[in-house]
């Protein structure tokens, strides 16, 4: 995909496409494409150094009932499991705006890996199916 925000849409159509071929239940579904949306939009955001175009290149596989998500990019080297959390703010008024979109990623994901290869990051992310009721549903 091309490494710009209004290129979020389409990529989470891709993934939704995907996971109907699987039919992956509802919360898989919302765990792999907000770790997608959140990784994404950091790489655009903070990864680049220069104003030309990149690409962003994403893969999906399945494995059992494991679907892991590869995101690729040529931005600057940033391995976002090995970065500090902010920390966390004693109320909502002192909240910042924004980072924790990798909290998010560890939280939300069942597992998660990063490499940097041939100039490239490569940030692995793995979702499984969770046992009881999925996002938005009561028990």
Known sequence: MPGRLDQLGAASAWLARFADTLALPHEMRYRL???LNEAV???????????????????????????????????????????????RPASLAEAPIGGLGIRLIRAMLDECRYRREDGRNRLTMTARPRPGPGLGQTP
């Open 33 to 35: 494409d907000l770790g």
């Open 41 to 87: 939009t950091n790489v655009v955001s903070y990864g680049y150094r220069d104003a030309g175009e990149h690409a962003i290149r994403l893969r999906l596989s399945a494995d059992g009932d494991a679907v892991t998500l590869e995101i690729e990019d040529d931005g600057v080297p940033f391995d976002p499991l090995a970065a500090t959390p902010p920390a």
